[in-house]
């Protein structure tokens, strides 16, 4: 199965250190700077304790992943016809075009998708 990651679960994938195969993973273009943000925020508060370490993986992962486009048509149609956020819509649109299973720790996403799941439900600890 093919799963496209949202930065929800991305991070807390790479938090518990669980790694999923990069070549059944994709994320949205702009999911790297989604991630990047929290991990600048965590890494300010102290929350990360090897963030070299952290970065270093994030940024493997990255140059290895596909990363995907969205149609921007589609995800206002989305966005409206579901009453979600063009943001979150555009990894529901990503992911139905592309036949992928969505990863998040969204509820919203969750309940507006029909082909959303958690990570725990994928990768399990």
């Known amino acids: 199965m093919k799963y496209l990651l ?14 999923p195969l990069v070549s059944d993973i994709s994320v949205l ?3 790297k700077y989604e991630v990047g943000n ?10 990360i304790k ?5 970065t270093n ?3 493997e992962f990255f140059a290895n ?14 966005a409206i016809k579901r ?5 979150d819509a555009a990894y529901i649109e990503a992911a ?6 969505l990863v998040t720790e969204d509820k919203e996403i969750l309940e507006k998708s029909k082909n959303a799941v958690t990570p725990e439900s994928v990768f399990k600890k």
């Open 38 to 47: 929290v991990v600048w925020k965590k890494s300010r508060k102290g929350e």
């Open 83 to 87: 009453d979600i956020s063009f943001y």
């Open 6 to 19: 949202d930065a929800s679960a991305l991070y807390s994938i790479f938090e518990s250190e669980q790694f």
């Open 50 to 54: 090897n963030l070299t370490l952290f």
């Open 65 to 78: 992943v596909h990363a995907i486009d969205i149609d921007f048509d589609s995800t206002e149609q989305i």
């Open 57 to 59: 993986a994030l940024s």
């Open 96 to 101: 139905e075009r592309m036949a992928l299973t």
């Open 29 to 31: 273009v702009l999911t």
